[in-house]
């Protein structure tokens, strides 16, 4: 899903395009409770729909992991059918 996003964006493509690393993003000061918002995309039982929900957490990592729980309460998502979109 990250090339199809590139290509709206930026008309770059897959052909044209190399992946160098994944990295996992990490807070600076996980001491404070911050608000994240959370951009995202997910296939329900007969459609796909897009998203922005905000949680209340101490680091993004949680922030997203509280997403896909809620996701799969309220929405019965699959977290394989979620895409995280910012």
Do not use: C
């Not at 996003?5 to 993003?25: D, I, R, T, Y």
């Not at 329900?44 to 101490?58: A, G, I, L, Q, W």
């Amino acid at each position: 899903r990250f090339w199809y996003f590139m290509k709206k964006l930026n008309k770059a493509k897959k052909s044209g395009g190399e992946l160098l690393a994944v990295n996992e993003l990490f807070d600076k000061g996980p001491t404070k409770v911050k608000n994240y918002g959370i951009w995202l995309r997910y296939e329900s039982r007969t459609n796909t729909h897009n998203m922005y929900k905000e949680f209340r957490d101490v680091t993004i990592n949680g922030a997203v992991s509280q997403m896909y729980s809620e996701m799969a309460g309220r929405h019965r998502a699959h977290p394989n059918t979620i895409q995280i979109i910012n």
